[in-house]
């Protein structure tokens, strides 16, 4: 039998928490009680989080005999001996347990650029990234390219800023490169802090390398010889990858003194966050790089003429970094052309919640929502509808069905009350609370907000407290028209990006929800049954059939009843925490 | 104690590190910042323990108080919310019996901590157990993991 074998398990976060390593260890076992020898890898040790992006259908294995791939999902340790009898000794797939189609789907209206490598090359190998044309681009900026004609590329390129802003990365590198200065910095914001995304860390975990030679050929255009990367502290798989990357690069000669063998120097350092939204903002980040309270500072200048210890600085986030080596190489017009003719390329999307195929995606900008949340993403779970979108994380807005047919880019997606942001997609259905929604994100802006000016220091706390008020069940009439005052003057007033964007959740979900807000105040009801003050629990008598499952299940003891009579639930004792609901098999434990 | 911070003086004497590298190491070390230690650096580097504390507090990676032997972490970000999270840390505070607006139980075996994203929303509701990733948690098996934990205790 003269076979050629591979098999990849993920055992990435989602595959190490679905038995990840588990899978992986039955393979080996099989391997070597058959004497066989076989490739085998594991495929996301690569990229914790994104695998191929599809944790949903966690844990996926593939199999490659002679080249011809074969991808199984949700496999566990028990399920190993038969695809290893039947796949691997008798050459039978186990047809049953295949990807069907919608592995298929969610990968059909994808168009990879950022992520090509994640998941299918070794991040702690400079060599599998060198194997797949790494580091090409660097060299070619480097030997043939001036700093104009590396700005002018990326500038035609069309690529604007991924962290959310969308400033065109090619006018902010003409800046750099303009000004003079004997110190000029580069830095890759990996401060990703929005919940509900996670593009950034899989690209720094997937493919630090591609980041990495992204920095160099910006250092190249803007005459740079010293890079931070800024990584989150609750990234800490990030910050090993790319530390590795950076000593590789080191030994290869691609960072240091005398890079490419040429007489330019890029000397490039980790710099750790220590878990503080607002550094995500560009000024606060650089106050932290020295050491300091991450605050933002006003803008009077441009970073690119101020900036990290009051020196240049050109600023990009991790995924505008990791699209520069594809465009030096393939060139600009290509890059232009996948996307609409307002921004080029690709974007990178975390598409999570209530949605079937949860995951990591990568589109072409100009795709629509509708694309995004029923093609890729498989539609809603559970046979709920689709209530809204939320883009942007906290400086983001809520997007109702209306908008669905949205074409994904930076100005639609604003025009319609939301921002593209850093890239997090949360589906939220029937069952989701837009009030309820609105006060968390107002919770998470109001604990991370660094409180140096009032409006957002203040405002977000009064908006809070409303938002507390109104879900509690405590809103009076006015509470609308005071959350879009305070809104619209946190907005115009604050110092920085978080304070500006704060009030979006609030707004947008006053704008298409707004009779959310009024059951609650008025009706004094949540029409999701999410807010707990405003809903009760309570047992329909005719379908309870008195098994006592809900009795055993409650923490409070709340539940009365004899076996086999109906149950009751008592208000004053329960503390709404639905475990009976969920207990209840018959669903006859109802909320309203 | 005093050898430690002798060591991390030093590293920091090296290499040149800010405030915020010296915090990390006393972190790292202790498993929280211990008052001592921001007065033995005020005095040996001259900067005022206030720059120290103001850091520290502004940061959520520092805590200044002693943490529990099992750390339990919730994600609260979006994804996780709307799966559910909100109603797996409301049970931990009252299964492990920690006081509203303190995260750690007062025998100091258990410290729940909410944090922002842990960036694994694909499989929310996310929990991690002194470092084990559970994703798709539910309260029963929430629970269950708890039990366990405190039965090895």
């Known amino acids: 039998m003269n076979k050629d074998i591979a098999i990849k398990v993920c055992a990435g976060t989602g595959g190490v928490a679905s038995g990840g390593e588990e899978v992986l260890s039955a393979f080996r076992n099989s391997i070597s009680s058959a004497g066989l020898e076989a490739t085998i890898y594991e495929k996301c040790s690569a990229h914790r989080v994104g695998c191929r992006g599809f944790c949903a259908k966690d844990v996926l294995v593939d199999v490659i005999i002679n080249g011809e791939k074969t991808t199984y999902k949700h496999i566990k340790p028990d399920m190993v001996a038969r695809i290893f009898d039947e796949h691997i000794m008798k050459g039978n797939p186990v047809t049953e347990w295949i990807v069907g189609e919608a592995y298929f789907n969610f990968h059909n209206k994808q168009t990879k650029v950022v992520l090509s490598h994640c998941g299918e090359i070794d991040p702690e190998d400079i060599n599998a990234y060198i194997a797949v044309g790494g580091y090409k681009a660097a060299k070619k900026a480097f030997a043939s390219m001036s700093p104009e004609e590396i700005v002018d590329v990326v500038k035609s390129s069309n690529l604007r800023g991924r962290g959310g802003a969308g400033f065109p990365t090619g006018i902010k590198w003409e800046l750099g490169l303009r000004i003079e200065s004997d110190i000029k910095y580069v830095i890759c914001n990996g401060d990703e802090g929005d919940p509900g995304a996670f593009m950034d860390r899989s690209v720094m975990e997937g493919d630090p390398h591609a980041v990495i030679e992204g920095m160099i050929i910006c250092a190249k255009a803007t005459g740079s010889h010293h890079g931070y990367i800024y990584v989150r502290a609750e990234y800490p798989l990030a910050v090993k990858r790319l530390q590795m990357a950076i000593d590789q690069c080191k030994q290869s000669g691609f960072l240091g003194n005398n890079i490419f063998g040429t007489d330019f120097g890029f000397d490039l350092k980790i710099f750790q966050g220590a878990g503080a939204f607002v550094c995500g903002e560009a000024t606060a980040l650089m106050r932290s790089i020295e050491g300091k309270r991450g605050m933002p500072t006003p803008k009077l200048w441009r970073s690119a003429e101020k900036g990290l210890w009051d020196k240049p600085t050109v600023l990009n986030n991790v995924e505008t970094f990791a699209n520069i080596p594809r465009i030096i190489m393939n060139g600009a017009n290509w890059y232009r052309n996948l996307g609409t003719d307002r921004s080029g390329g690709t974007k990178v999307f975390s598409l999570s919640g209530k949605v079937k195929n949860t995951g990591l995606i990568e589109v072409p900008l100009g795709v629509t929502l509708r694309d995004i949340i029923f093609d890729i993403g498989g539609g809603i779970e559970g046979e709920k509808s689709f209530k809204a979108l939320q883009t942007g994380g906290p400086s983001g807005g809520c997007i109702p069905a209306e908008f669905l047919d949205t074409e994904v880019d930076y100005e639609s997606l604003a025009q319609v009350g939301s921002i593209m942001g850093s890239g997090g997609m949360v589906v939220l259905d029937e069952t989701s609370c837009m009030v309820n929604t609105a006060k968390f994100f107002l919770e998470f802006t109001q604990a991370e907000s660094c409180g140096k000016c009032t409006p957002c220091r203040i405002g977000t706390k009064r908006m809070l407290e409303i938002l507390e008020r109104i879900t509690s069940g405590n809103g009076k009439e006015g509470d609308i028209e005071l959350l879009e005052e305070l809104g619209h003057h946190i907005r115009a007033t604050s110092l920085c990006g978080l304070g500006m964007t704060a009030p979006n959740p609030v707004l947008s979900t006053l704008r298409y929800f707004r009779n959310e807000y009024e059951s609650h105040i008025r009706d004094k009801k949540c029409p999701a049954a999410v807010c707990k003050d405003l809903i009760t629990y309570s047992v329909l008598e005719e379908i309870c059939n008195g098994c006592g499952a809900c009795k055993r299940a409650c923490p409070a003891d709340a539940v009365r009843g004899k076996r086999k009579s109906p149950h009751r639930i008592d208000p004053e004792i329960c503390i709404k925490c639905g475990t009976c609901f969920d207990a209840c098999k018959f669903k006859a434990i109802i909320k309203i | ?153």
């Open chain 2, 1 to 153: 104690m005093e050898k430690i911070l002798e060591k991390i003086l030093n590293d920091y004497q090296i290499n040149k590190v800010n405030i915020i590298s010296i915090l990390q190491d006393i972190e790292n070390n202790f498993g929280y910042i211990p008052e001592e230690a921001v007065f033995w650096f005020s005095k040996k580097l001259d900067i005022p323990a206030s720059r120290f504390f103001g850091t520290a507090t502004f940061y959520s990676q520092f805590h200044l108080k002693p943490r529990g032997k099992n750390i339990i972490t919730v994600c609260r970000g979006t994804a996780c919310h709307v799966k559910g999270s909100e109603r797996l840390i409301d049970r931990l505070f009252m299964e492990l019996d920690i006081p509203p607006d303190e995260e750690t139980s007062p025998d100091l075996k258990f410290t729940v901590e909410k944090v922002n994203c842990i960036g694994a929303c694909g499989i929310a509701p996310v929990t991690i157990l002194n470092k084990e990733v559970h994703g798709k948690m539910t309260l029963d098996k929430l629970i269950k993991e708890v039990k366990k934990i405190k039965s090895n205790e």
